[in-house]
């Protein structure tokens, strides 16, 4: 990337606790957005019925992501109910240099490990808009019992004690609010002066540098 | 105002070099948002013809001004073409505190003894699209001779070449796009976790604190 003409892409990390509805504001985002790509990970679990190999992960197996360890490759990585998830750190970087906008939907674990591993990126915390909402939304899933809804309840909690390091914090009170609070923020963060110093160059004096 | 249960006003500081567009741009965002209100500053200069003191100005006396200025009551001040120019930091103060968000429309000079004696607010350049189109936009005011607009255009060049402490640059190319993304930055800006802390509190178990 010629660095004077062009800004670096942006890492925009999205965490949230179970039930802020995450996924669904991943998916408007990418949908408005058509220079904002999703960010894939890697998987070691089975790929489950609908989904694709590149698309939703990169399903690899576990030797191969022991290996990705080892050889530091990955930006973050966590252990998830027996399975491996990480992502992959020459991703996070070519996108950067390439001006591509990434967007990664990551737990809390994850987003900690970025932050201390790679030390760049947005970092954007999803909330519910309160407590009783969320109860409302796991139980409203209808597929967890009691024991993992209160599990599902801590956790949350937990996680939201973290949510103050973040860059942001969007409370998803409404989809469409919420996702205009997001584009929000990713179009403002395009206009930060440390990404967009390029713009300056054309007022300088030829060989003023 | 009790911190636990809303944030604090914001202070966007808004600064251009002469002919990028920035009053349009103010009126634009005042037009646009009920809850940003427009900064108004002391002014010692005369009244012009349709301008109302107390929206355009406060028009004072200059033993008034200097008065403020012993008392240190001026967030930052500035004498141009003879007149004095300031802004009230009690009135910066009393915004924040209140929860009301201002946007201040004000050149370089007074933007860095803000970010001196204030230490706070959110510090956006406007820029024009290029150094022609600026020069273009000089000459199409037509009332200017061709020795104040090149005095214009080197202030102009020095103003630009301060932008880089500012947080955000926003190139107006074209006023719809550079409403757009002002206005991304007030709502991001809105969202910064250390401004909106207070929303965990919901979440956080009673005597928690």
């Given at each position: 990337m010629n660095k004077s003409s062009r800004r670096e892409g942006i890492l925009f990390i999205l965490s949230a606790p179970s039930g802020a509805g995450k996924s669904s504001l991943c998916r408007e985002l990418i949908d408005s957005l058509p220079d904002l790509r999703q960010s894939i990970s890697f998987a070691t679990r089975k790929k489950r019925g609908g989904e694709k190999d590149g698309v939703d992960y990169h399903f690899i197996k576990p030797e191969a992501f022991q290996k990705k360890i080892e050889q530091q490759q990955l930006a973050e990585w966590a252990e998830v109910h027996g399975n491996l998830y990480g992502t992959s750190l020459q991703t996070l970087k070519n996108a950067a240099e390439q001006g591509i906008d990434l967007l990664l939907d990551i737990d809390c674990q994850g987003a900690v490990q970025l932050k201390k591993n790679y030390q760049q990126g947005v970092f954007i915390f999803i909330l519910p808009p309160d407590y009783a909402e969320l109860e409302k939304r796991l139980r409203a899933?209808?597929?967890?019992?009691e024991d993992v809804i209160r599990r599902r309840l801590e956790n949350s909690k937990q996680e939201i004690s973290q949510?103050?390091?973040?860059d942001y914090l969007v409370v998803n009170d409404d989809i469409v609010l919420a996702r205009d609070r997001m584009l929000a923020i990713i179009a403002a963060e395009r206009c930060r002066s440390h990404r967009t110093a390029y713009l300056l160059d054309k007022f300088t004096v030829k060989g003023d540098k």
């Open positions: 899933r209808g597929t967890d019992d949510a103050l390091w973040y």
